[in-house]
């Protein structure tokens, strides 16, 4: 494993490190193609911000602070800056302009939520039988998917769906045939594997492997060991192996500017 576009900084507010100790502990590990990509800023419409974002007034600093690391670390690692970002439809196209702003030059999405979350009820990763909210995640991702500037789906798995598995194949598999034919890999999320969260979901990699939706990794760092995590390396293995999946390793950038 030479790469990890999934990275977070003490920006957002619940991940450690200096973003530098990141980078030296990817070389260490023999990471060549590196990518930070912390939660996108987001103001609301009351003026209030996320506690869980890189604050709007950090947005450019972040960006500036990673492309000098970039610079100063050329020729050892490659390194990128973007932001990990949901899918909101009625502040996407506010939200893309601001990151193309800050300076970001990739995005990866993260549907965290299914509405921006001051409005949301729940997060994602909560457990629900709710068909609604599930179709509303399905949408949320296809839109995204379809909108061709998303570098990859983080965690596709993240939507923890408790009602019938009929229904859940379902959708899943819309989220896995989008994947496809958009050529939008999905990633298997190494901090679900770290933390033992509800994700990898086997129902939905069972559907991704029958697909042949393109599946890349991603670490999810949000602290300095986990810049390289060999453990959950093992594991992402096992399941591409278990239910066949398309693994394309690396990625390729959508660069948004
Ligand atoms: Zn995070
Ligand atoms: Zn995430």
């Given at each position: 494993?030479?790469?990890?576009?999934?990275?977070h900084t003490h920006r957002c507010g619940h991940a450690?490190?200096?973003?530098?100790?990141?980078?030296?502990?990817?070389?260490?590990?023999?990471?060549?193609?590196?990518?930070?990509?912390?939660?996108?800023?987001?103001k609301f419409a009351d003026g209030s911000e996320s506690g869980y974002r890189v604050p709007t007034a950090e947005g450019k600093i972040y960006c500036e602070q990673i492309k000098a690391l970039s610079k100063k670390y050329?020729?050892?690692?490659?390194?990128?800056?973007?932001?990990?970002?949901?899918?909101?439809?009625?502040?996407?196209?506010?939200?893309?302009?601001?990151?193309?702003?800050y300076?970001?030059?990739?995005l990866i999405l993260g549907q965290h939520f299914i509405m921006p979350e001051n409005l949301a009820?729940?997060?994602?990763?909560?457990?629900?039988?709710?068909?609604?909210?599930?179709?509303?995640?399905?949408?949320a991702v296809l839109s995204a998917i379809e909108k061709n500037i998303f570098t990859y789906v983080?965690?596709?798995?993240?939507?923890?769906?408790?009602?019938?598995?009929?229904?859940?194949?379902?959708?899943?598999?819309?989220?896995?045939?989008?994947?496809?034919?958009?050529?939008?890999?999905?990633?298997?999320?190494?901090?679900?594997?770290?933390?033992?969260?509800?994700?990898?979901n086997d129902a939905f990699w069972q559907i991704a492997g029958e697909e042949k939706s393109p599946?890349?990794?991603g670490f999810d760092a949000h602290e300095v060991s986990s810049a390289f995590d060999g453990e959950s390396l093992l594991k992402a293995k096992q399941i591409v192996e278990k239910y066949n999946?398309?693994?394309?390793?690396?990625?390729?950038?959508?660069?948004i500017k």
């Amino acid at each position: 494993m030479i790469y990890n576009y999934h990275t977070h900084t003490h920006r957002c507010g619940h991940a450690s490190g200096a973003e530098e100790e990141y980078i030296e502990a990817a070389i260490k590990n023999g990471i060549k193609y590196m990518g930070f990509s912390d939660h996108m800023p987001l103001k609301f419409a009351d003026g209030s911000e996320s506690g869980y974002r890189v604050p709007t007034a950090e947005g450019k600093i972040y960006c500036e602070q990673i492309k000098a690391l970039s610079k100063k670390y050329k020729g050892k690692i490659d390194i990128k800056v973007g932001f990990e970002m949901e899918y909101y439809p009625e502040l996407f196209d506010e939200m893309l302009k601001k990151a193309i702003e800050y300076g970001a030059e990739y995005l990866i999405l993260g549907q965290h939520f299914i509405m921006p979350e001051n409005l949301a009820a729940k997060d994602t990763f909560r457990a629900t039988n709710s068909v609604d909210e599930l179709k509303k995640y399905t949408k949320a991702v296809l839109s995204a998917i379809e909108k061709n500037i998303f570098t990859y789906v983080a965690h596709p798995d993240v939507f923890n769906y408790v009602g019938d598995v009929g229904i859940y194949q379902k959708e899943m598999r819309k989220i896995c045939v989008a994947s496809r034919e958009n050529n939008v890999p999905l990633e298997l999320n190494f901090l679900g594997i770290r933390q033992h969260r509800v994700y990898p979901n086997d129902a939905f990699w069972q559907i991704a492997g029958e697909e042949k939706s393109p599946v890349t990794f991603g670490f999810d760092a949000h602290e300095v060991s986990s810049a390289f995590d060999g453990e959950s390396l093992l594991k992402a293995k096992q399941i591409v192996e278990k239910y066949n999946l398309n693994y394309i390793g690396i990625p390729k950038l959508r660069l948004i500017k």
